[in-house]
């Protein structure tokens, strides 16, 4: 069977899962430097960011820009 994403550094990942994998190796320091949404500025918590993030189409588009990058940098 052929898998139908192969270059996709998203397919089968979750939201969540993105967020916790960056937040484990940047911070929320980190993550506020990248990405400027107050979500990871003001208090961040991971519960808070996913509620902000799923409603928020143009932010969560960031956040899956920079974890592509992100996963694009630990396979090179």
């Known amino acids: 069977m ?3 994403q192969p ?5 089968g ?6 967020l916790r994998q960056m937040v484990d190796r940047f911070g929320w ?9 107050n979500c ?13 993030l799923r409603k928020a ?3 969560r ?5 920079v974890y592509a990058r992100f996963v694009a940098g630990r396979r090179g």
Request: aromatic share 4%.
């Open 2 to 4: 052929i898998d139908g």
């Open 40 to 52: 990871f500025l003001v208090d961040p918590s991971m519960t808070s960011a996913l509620k902000y």
């Open 61 to 65: 588009k960031k956040v899956e820009d």
């Open 7 to 11: 270059k996709n550094p998203l397919h």
């Open 29 to 37: 320091e980190g993550l506020a430097r990248d990405i400027p949404i």
């Open 13 to 18: 990942v979750t939201l969540e899962m993105m």
């Open 57 to 59: 189409p143009r932010a």
